[in-house]
Nanobody, 126 residues
């Protein structure tokens, strides 16, 4: 069983940056696709970014394309989300997730991911 723990959230002014980290324990995730999702109050959890098992392919939601960057560090069993030019509408709880299958693709759909972290709050003020 893999456990994912996010960190790096906080309060930031609009236009600022944050870097989220997610570290896995209990299982090596170096061969699994990883994703970031977010959930704002009163809204459904939505896709933010994903990276495939090798790190060679990434995909992003239109709302964050060009501002956010997902990356992974397999020796550290970790995935990161660099968030620049933050906007108020980026305020949400951010979750990392991993797909259970090895050599998996960077999927957008929530139901493609098998393990989830508890989330970290990101609040962007104007």
């Amino acid at each position: 069983q893999v456990q994912l723990v996010e960190s790096g959230g906080g309060l930031v002014q609009a236009g600022g940056s944050l870097r989220l980290s997610c570290t896995a324990t209990g299982r090596i995730i170096g061969f699994n696709a990883l994703g970031w999702f977010r959930q704002a109050p009163g809204k459904e959890r939505e896709f933010v970014a994903a990276i495939n098992w090798s790190g060679a392919f990434t995909r992003y939601a239109d709302a964050v394309q060009g501002r956010f960057t997902i990356s992974r560090n397999n020796p550290r069993n970790a995935v990161y989300l660099q968030m620049n030019s933050l906007r108020r509408e980026d305020t949400a709880i951010y979750y990392c997730a991993t797909r259970g299958a090895a050599y998996s693709d960077a999927a957008r759909e929530r139901n493609e991911y098998d393990y989830w972290g508890q989330g970290t709050q990101v609040t962007v003020s104007s």
